[in-house]
């Protein structure tokens, strides 16, 4: 049986929407920057506890850009 041309456009439209976009952000780097932010800021070292509030100041603000875009 042939498929109808208007179920084979609504059919690869409702998958394109649903793909991810493709974001390395998404799932990598994000997760990656808060949980390095995190372990460096429990060093007792003073410098790499500022790194680590940098590293968790960053990985939440591209999180939140990401999440609103």
């Given at each position: 049986?042939?498929?109808n041309?208007?179920?084979y456009t609504e059919e690869t439209?409702?998958?394109s929407t649903t793909e991810d976009d493709g974001?390395?952000?998404d799932e990598g780097l994000i997760s990656l920057l808060i949980i390095a932010g995190v372990v460096l800021f429990f060093f007792?070292?003073?410098a790499t506890s500022?790194?680590?509030i940098l590293?968790?100041?960053i990985g939440i603000v591209?999180?939140?850009a990401d999440w609103l875009m």
């Amino acid at each position: 049986m042939a498929r109808n041309d208007d179920e084979y456009t609504e059919e690869t439209t409702a998958e394109s929407t649903t793909e991810d976009d493709g974001s390395w952000w998404d799932e990598g780097l994000i997760s990656l920057l808060i949980i390095a932010g995190v372990v460096l800021f429990f060093f007792p070292e003073p410098a790499t506890s500022m790194f680590g509030i940098l590293l968790l100041a960053i990985g939440i603000v591209a999180w939140l850009a990401d999440w609103l875009m």
